[in-house]
């Protein structure tokens, strides 16, 4: 989830949405995007807490002291695309390898990662699908991370609109693979 999200911020064509709201905070506030998660996730863990805390589990806490800091290592060594097709491509397979990596969190019942847990608790407090809570909370922060001069692009546009759905396909993807081993 790291490579992705360092992946998707590197290529010069927006932030994942998440990172999107991100990036316009650490711009801000001059912390690196991994300091930036890492103090996010406190603030999503409590949010999704009130909202929803049957989804806090072990991967909600564990996902971020993996994910964060590796994230700025990612952004170090992945490069800029040199065009929009590039770009678009490498963002779609970031997007992928992202939303892989959540659906095993959501899946499997770890926990999922504090920015999943924030969508499943929205999702859980408005009786929404998980698809819908994820759009309104990506749309959010896309809005809001374009205003603070976040790394908002066409990347961050496909993540708005494919990742939900992305991590749905491989929870059904998952299940089924499962299914195999029962």
Known sequence: ?????????????GADTSNALLTGIANMTGLSVGNTNAVATVVFITISYFLSRKRIGFGTILVPLIISFPID??????????NLFTGILLDLIALYIVSFGAAITIEFDLGASPFDCLSLGIA???HLNFVTAKYLLDAFC?????????EVGIGTLLCLLVMGPFISFNQQLL???AQLFK
Request: with cysteine; charged share 20%.
């Open 142 to 150: 896309v809005l809001t991370g374009y205003l603070l001069k976040g």
């Open 124 to 126: 859980d407090c408005f």
């Open 175 to 177: 299940r089924k693979a």
């Open 1 to 13: 989830m790291s490579f992705g999200c360092g992946m998707l911020v590197k290529t010069g064509y």
């Open 73 to 82: 290592f990612a952004i170090r060594i992945c490069i800029k695309a040199p």
